[in-house]
């Protein structure tokens, strides 16, 4: 893997913007990202706080310690396969929505337009399933017990209003949402190191062999457990494993804001990389902390998804579990906002060819604000919308697989082209890891298929099942004749 410099000269937006036209495109959004900032929107959209917090149970409810100790870390390798091979193809092609784009150039218009579809849904529900997530966790943080009749009825109004108040903050344009992103970044780095800190210094005991001790938690019997009683430990396991499959998505931020950063060609690139290497580092060591800390892990698996909550409570001194679980609160909600700014850009983005009913609206850029503010409301409100249709835990189920399935699809296209169509790489590149690492991520995308599909996750086997149907029929009844796809340069 070659780590380039930065182009050198007076204007690097400059060369970026001739970038952009060489590839079909006119500049439209304003480039205000600087490395750290297009880094920081997939480390806040990955956010560790979130994820690997609200969905910590799945994995511990497996097969107890060694989901953690064990799963973590192959489930962020695999994601760092993908991100690898994803981050040469960005570098090659720096635009916004850069999935579709990609897709598109390398393996053909419908490959580009599958892939839109595919990724705009995983960004749609992913903003959904972190916004439920932080209403359901701030409940448990803060030990709020809504009435049973009206439940429902508050979780939605809440949830409604977090999405609209992150598409008001997008609607004013990337430089707020640039700062809100910058410091969402720094704050999962802080809190997370002092989160792991904490637990292990007022733990009652370290039970080392917790992490790689496996425990059969499957099964109703055990309050709290999501995966029907098996007695295949391998098999619990590999379920287990949609716990860092689940947090570690959203990478792809890094590539939908390629047209507002700087040096895109060679940041973009080092942000999905970056982004999720240093997120599956620090959460293995965030979750072992708290497998460690738990009081049992018996008791942990009871919990169900209260039990992060009910161990800061536990083990950390009482103020300072509230200003932790506080601060949680508050990433997680920037999460929300971020997972947002990268569903717009993919909205703009597939608009901008033509790709959505109503392109000509959800295409337009603010003058203003330099955002794409009708795509930025369609997204939000759509997200809003799903909240009321499927469950959280289907959700991430989905949100997982339709994402995963479009980081692939550009990749495995990518590996059939490499050397023959496609022979001009940009100047990150991985060499001749390129195509081993392609084959790795494409495996393990059809795995990660098979496994998030099982029971209690049936909904989602109906739901992609349905998503690849109609977009096969709308695909040969009408947009295979009407779909140019990107400029042909």
Not at 38 to 45: G, M, P, Y
Not at 103 to 126: D, K
Not at 187 to 197: F, G, Y
Not at 218 to 225: E, F, I, K, Q, W
Request: glycine share 12%; hydrophobic share 50%; net charge positive.
């Amino acid at each position: 893997m070659r780590e380039p410099q930065l182009p050198q000269g007076p204007d690097p937006a400059g060369s970026d913007d001739a970038m952009l036209r060489s590839l079909g495109y006119e500049p439209e959004l304003k480039r205000r990202m600087s490395a750290f900032s297009n880094f920081a929107i997939s480390l806040s959209i990955i956010c560790i706080l979130a994820g690997g917090i609200t969905s910590f149970h799945v994995g511990l409810g497996s097969v107890g310690g060694a989901a953690l100790g064990l799963g973590w870390p192959l489930g962020c390798l695999f994601a760092l396969a993908v991100a690898m091979t994803m981050a040469q193809v960005a570098s090659a092609f720096p635009t916004a929505g850069g999935l579709y784009h990609w897709g598109s150039i390398l393996g053909g218009r419908f490959c580009g337009w599958a892939t839109a579809w595919f990724n705009l849904a995983g960004l749609v529900t992913v903003l959904a399933t972190v916004n439920s997530g932080t209403y359901d966790f701030a409940l448990a943080a803060l030990e709020l017990h809504p009435a049973e009749g009206s439940a429902a009825t508050l979780k939605l109004a809440v949830v409604v209003l977090m999405t609209l108040s992150q598409g008001l903050l997008n609607h004013f344009g990337i430089r707020w949402t640039t700062r809100l992103t910058d410091l969402s970044g720094w704050l999962i780095l802080v809190l997370s190191a002092v989160l792991a800190v904490g637990l292990l210094a007022w733990a009652p005991k370290l039970e080392w062999a917790r992490l790689w001790t496996f425990t059969n938690f499957s099964g109703a019997a055990v309050g709290g457990a999501g995966f029907p009683r098996t007695e295949n430990l391998s098999w619990l396991f590999l379920l287990g494993l949609m716990l860092p499959a689940y947090t570690i998505t959203g990478f792809d931020a890094s590539a939908h804001t390629a047209e507002e950063t700087v040096g895109a060609s060679v940041n973009v690139p080092r942000g999905i990389v970056r982004s999720v290497w240093i997120s599956g580092l620090m959460g293995w060591v965030l979750v072992m902390a708290i497998t460690l800390a738990l009081p049992s892990v018996q008791g942990g698996v009871e919990r169900g998804a209260e039990v992060v909550p009910w161990v800061l409570r536990t083990v950390l001194p009482g103020w300072i579990a509230k200003a932790l679980l506080v601060g949680i609160v508050g990433v997680q909600y920037l999460c929300g906002l971020a997972a947002l700014t990268s569903a717009s850009r993919m909205v703009f983005a597939f608009a901008r060819d033509g790709g959505l009913p109503g392109s000509g609206w959800l295409k337009r850029v603010s003058t203003e604000t330099g955002s794409p503010a009708v795509a930025v409301w369609t997204a939000a409100l759509t997200a809003a919308a799903f909240t009321v249709l499927v469950p959280y835990t289907t959700i991430a189920v989905v949100c997982t697989t339709f994402l995963y399935l479009s980081y692939v699809i550009p990749v495995a296209a990518g590996f059939l082209a490499w050397g023959r169509s496609w022979t001009k790489p940009g100047p990150w590149q991985l060499g001749k890891a390129f195509r081993p690492l392609a084959a790795v991520s494409v495996a393990g995308c059809i795995g990660l298929l098979v496994i998030g599909i099982q029971p209690p996750n049936e909904l989602a086997l109906r739901i992609l099942a349905g998503a690849v149907g109609v977009l096969l029929v709308v695909w040969f009844g009408w947009e295979r004749r009407r779909f140019r796809g990107p400029p042909q340069v």
